[in-house]
């Protein structure tokens, strides 16, 4: 993370400080003159702006800003100058990519205290409820169910470690679309995972290979970009569904396999050593039943949208009931596990606000838009459309800005085009590689992440190849 977050900035402010203000070409003709903008540009009505005509720089003030008037036509901004007549470049102080920069970097370090905070409440109750299963023996239960699988995955974690239910919890909360509810879990099972831990400070095997489940998105149930596409008036929301699952599970396999195979060549990372006990077929019962039951579930959803409304409240009211049935003191336990995830959410906000900072400064200094002009080229002779690589970039970097951005993509070509099926099942396939890294190991001080960061950029762009590959099988486009 530190050779990634050095080379976000540093790149953003060399970036800003050649490019500086963008030139427009526009034609002085009179007092007021409109000039083309770009199409997410910041400036304002009041803004100051140097018209340069004939080599010699006016001064200029924008008396309006005006939307574009059809799809694919640029903003305008009138802007008044005592600039002769004649061909102009007009440049505005409010798009100086070293002013954006800063702005940028401010923003941000706001932005991820306030998001931060957000994940108190979150982790606070979730935490809780973990808390009051742990003490009604659910997670023993849970990992007992997925057992056969877990132990396959991870042969370094103890069966029925807490880990194992918090990593159950949180990877099934993942699958459902339920992000705000597994990031607590995640915490919780970092947490536990590093008390496993003999090297501290460095991420162990399990802790790589869960954090590589986590950032290849694996999901069967993209409920937000299905919304986003009801919105837009797709004929069929639900035809990302498929290309979503398809894509997710093989990008989240070649993740699991990749994560296994590039450790042998990082060391470090040891655990407790662990005995494991020989499995045996009625123990792949649970885990049928299990699979069958989220399988289910999915189907469910799949079938009447309005069922992920009933998701969050049963999962809640589960738990407690869980625990009520149990002969658990909800209230006092739920405290308990509360105020740990209160202490959870404190510790993350320095690496929430680092890993934020750099990613705008990067965006706003314009080496993003640099970035996907040089790949532009290689990624269609892949198959990967022009159209897509930003948010191919941005995923790793971003989950609101990619959401925001596959949003957008998906109005702007169409929710039942290729360019909309293929945006809507990328934003499904693929995670926020660094920030989920910042959060987890934040959270353990894991400052050695071995193999992790390989592993997530990796499967990164498997996910986007697979996405192009299963929307092209299964729903067409070119």
């Known amino acids: 993370m530190n ?108 932005k991820g205290v306030e998001l931060a905070i957000g994940l108190v409440g979150m982790m606070t109750l979730f935490l809780g409820l973990m808390k009051v299963v742990e003490a009604a023996g659910g997670l023993d239960l849970i990992a007992g169910a997925i057992r056969p699988f877990m132990l396959w995955l991870f042969p370094d974690v103890p069966a029925k470690h807490p880990a194992m239910g918090a990593m159950v919890m949180n990877i099934a909360a993942n699958m459902l679309g339920l992000g705000n509810a597994a990031t607590p879990f995640g915490i919780k099972a970092m947490q536990e995972l590093d008390t496993l831990n003999k090297d501290k400070g460095t991420a162990t095997n399990a802790m790589v290979l869960f954090l590589a489940i986590n950032t290849t998105g694996l999901a069967v149930l993209p409920t937000g970009m299905m919304a986003v596409r009801a919105a837009l008036g797709s004929k069929n929301p639900a035809a990302i569904f498929p290309t979503t699952i398809a894509a997710s599970h093989i990008t989240t396999l070649v993740a699991v396999l990749l994560a296994k195979w590039l450790a042998r060549f990082f060391p470090g990372g040891e655990t407790e050593i662990v005995e494991s006990e020989p499995l045996r077929p009625r123990d792949f019962l649970p885990f049928g039943a299990f699979t069958a039951g989220l399988l289910g579930l999915c189907a469910w959803v799949a079938v009447d949208p309005q069922a992920t409304y009933y998701i969050l409240p ?101 929710p039942d085009t290729y360019i909309g099926h293929l945006a809507g099942t990328m934003q499904g396939t693929t995670e926020t590689t660094f920030y989920v890294l910042a959060v987890y190991f934040g959270t353990v001080g894991v400052k050695r992440v071995r193999h992790a960061v390989a592993v997530g950029l990796l499967s990164e762009l498997l996910g986007i190849l697979a996405a192009v590959f299963f929307v092209r099988w299964m729903l067409g486009g070119a």
């Open 3 to 110: 050779i990634v977050f050095t080379a976000l900035v540093l790149l953003s402010v060399v970036v800003a400080g050649f490019t500086g203000a963008p030139g427009h070409e526009a034609a002085v003709k009179g007092w007021d003159n409109e000039v083309p903008l770009e199409v997410d540009s910041l400036v304002k009505v009041g803004a100051e702006a140097r018209v340069e005509v004939g080599g010699v720089e006016y001064s200029g003030t924008v008396t309006a800003v005006k939307a574009a008037a059809n799809p694919g036509e640029p903003p305008t901004a009138t802007v008044r100058t005592i600039a002769p007549d004649g061909a102009a470049v007009v440049r505005f102080n409010d798009e100086h990519k070293m002013k954006l920069v800063s702005d940028g970097a401010v923003d941000a370090a706001k």
């Open 314 to 414: 049963v999962l809640i009211g589960g738990m407690v009931f869980f625990g009520a049935t149990r002969k658990v003191k909800v209230y006092e336990s739920l405290m308990e596990g509360a105020k740990e995830g209160f202490n959870s959410a404190t510790r993350i906000i320095p690496y929430v606000v680092a890993i934020l900072v750099a990613v705008a400064m990067f965006r706003a200094s314009g080496a993003l838009g640099w970035v996907v002009s040089i790949l532009a080229i290689p990624a269609k002779v892949v198959g990967v459309p022009p159209e897509v690589i930003p948010l191919a970039l941005l995923r790793p970097l971003s989950g609101s800005g990619a959401f925001a951005l596959a949003s957008d993509i998906t109005r702007t070509y169409g």
